[in-house]
């Protein structure tokens, strides 16, 4: 399976994106897919998850309420559509995916972010200026 993120770019606070992960060598159906992110100096992070089987959630408190999540398993592509951007979100955004039947949650956000053998691509740079 290959994942790649596009759609990163300089934004001014309070400006909107949309990130794009494009999956390839499978299909989408039952996977857990997510966006993480890391900023300079920090750990990467779970921003936010879906289960592409039921559309069940997970968002992480610093955004809830600004982005969205989404999945269209015709177009093997996973999106994330981010308002109100703040400096704070400044960071290079990642997409992961396994395979999962379960209801999303932040513990299984977590710990597909945190998979062993989890083979990351370059990203997509978000860079919000104040």
């Known amino acids: 399976v290959q994942l790649q993120a596009s759609g990163g770019g300089l934004v001014q606070a309070g400006g909107s994106l949309t990130l794009s992960c494009l999956v390839s060598g499978t299909t989408m159906d039952y996977y857990a897919i997510g966006w993480f992110r890391q900023a300079p100096g920090k750990e990467r992070e779970a921003v936010s998850c879906i289960s592409t089987n039921d559309g069940s959630t997970y968002y992480a408190d610093s955004v809830k309420g600004r982005f969205t999540i989404s999945n269209d398993n015709m177009k093997n592509t996973m999106y994330m559509q981010m308002t109100g951007l703040s400096p704070e979100d400044t960071a290079v955004y990642y997409c992961?995916?396994?395979?999962?039947?379960?209801?999303?949650?932040?513990?299984?956000?977590?710990?597909?972010?945190?998979?062993?053998?989890?083979?990351w691509g370059p990203g997509t740079l978000v860079t919000v200026s104040s």
């Open positions: 992961m995916s396994d395979q999962s039947q379960w209801q999303m949650a932040r513990s299984l956000c977590t710990a597909l972010a945190n998979r062993d053998g989890n083979v």
